[in-house]
């Protein structure tokens, strides 16, 4: 799941189902956009293997977070799209809860 | 001349059975290889350029074959078969040392030893149990990704505990040893076996926690356990004064019989996948 920046592969793997969680709260998306959309929040920085975006989106959707259909795009061709739900929406909440308070430990220490 | 189509077509027949079988994954992963390859091109690079840049972003199918097995990870049920038969087995030798114990037969020093010495050595042959059952499957019906997880995680888990209780076990055993005999370790034939038990233990952990270990060394790993295991425990029995309830030719045959099925099972390991498969039949188990 890393790119080329110097973030360790734990950190990207636990961030995520948040950065997906978030995401998709922006509203529905689907693979290539998600992909796109973290490389612009992160200014490039992130940059996530394409196959192994879709294990994390379909264990999601396995655990009721967020629910997919397919639909047909603008170019004609069938794309899958992702949608959070509520049980998705909790659970962004707690990784938030729980990413605040790692980003407010770290902020106090580096102070 | 460059053609997207037949690229496509010989990167599904290049992706592993679970993904290339899934029609709706193999459609949302071609959507995107079509999308990132689009983008490519419509940057300025040449259509071959632009279709290895979409597929070096795909990464590694192999890995992420790994990953959907996870996510849909199902009960495989010989690693429930082989936990059973582990705690039966270490249960009735606990049951039966604690009887022993009760009767003064035994002291607490020994007989932790063999309750642990018996946990680690039943927990490797529960290791090549399972390999067995997986190089059979593997050759008669085929073998999935959701099946080699499946299979190395419990082998990881059985690895470990084989490593502690077979370290602590003989750790306890040379304790003993000073106390009864005068020496830490001896050298014994016993002794040798529940070192060399212990030193393929470590390396079936790291071979089933290293994803870069092939999965036919794996299996031929698993294998080897169940011959150091059958030679360290019963070995020493056809070559010591150690007492046995059967005589020593009858040790000795059935060790062979046993050796010869495991070489057999190791020469399976190298067959290819399904190489002796029963048509007809569908590989689930």
Known sequence: MIGDMKLGKDLVAASAVPLILAILEEGESYGYAIIARVRELSDGKMRWTDGMLYPVLHRLEAQGSIRARWKVAESGRRRKYYAINREGRKTLEEHKAQWQIVHGALASIWR | ?285
Not at chain 2, 148 to 174: N, Y
Request: glycine fraction near 6%.
């Open chain 2, 1 to 285: 001349m460059f053609n997207l189509e037949k690229k496509l077509s010989d990167w599904r027949e290049s992706l592993p059975p679970s993904l290339r079988e899934n029609r709706e994954l193999l459609e949302e992963l071609e959507s995107h290889l079509r999308e990132a390859f689009e983008r490519q091109m419509k940057a300025g690079k040449s259509a071959e350029d632009s279709w290895n840049a979409a597929l070096s972003s795909m990464g590694d199918t192999q890995n992420v074959a790994r990953e959907f097995a996870k996510v849909h990870r199902q009960i495989w049920w010989p690693a429930w078969i082989a936990a059973l038969l582990l705690v039966v087995s270490v249960g009735s030798v606990l049951a039966l040392t604690i009887a022993r114990f009760s009767a003064g037969a035994i002291r607490p020093l020994l007989a932790t030893h063999v309750v642990l010495i018996t946990a680690g050595y039943v927990s490797m042959f529960a290791i090549g149990l399972l390999g067995a059952w997986a190089v059979l499957i593997r050759a008669l019906r085929g073998w999935s990704d959701r099946q080699e997880i499946a299979f190395e995680s419990a082998c990881a888990k059985l690895s470990l505990l084989a490593l502690i209780t077979t370290l602590v076990g003989c750790a306890l055993g040379a304790w003993w040893a000073s106390d009864n005999l005068g020496r830490w370790w001896g050298w014994d034939p016993k002794e040798i076996g529940g070192l060399c038990v212990l030193a393929w233990a470590c390396v079936l952990l790291q071979s089933f926690r290293s994803h870069r270990t092939p999965a036919q060394l794996r299996l031929c790993n698993a294998i080897i356990a169940n011959m150091i295991v059958a030679t360290g425990w019963f070995g020493p029995a056809l070559i010591t004064i150690h007492s046995y309830p059967v005589t020593h030719p009858t040790i000795g045959m059935l060790l062979a019989i046993f050796l010869v099925i495991q070489v057999v099972l190791i020469w399976m390991a190298q067959l290819p996948e399904g190489a002796m498969k029963m048509h007809g039949r569908a590989a689930h188990l």
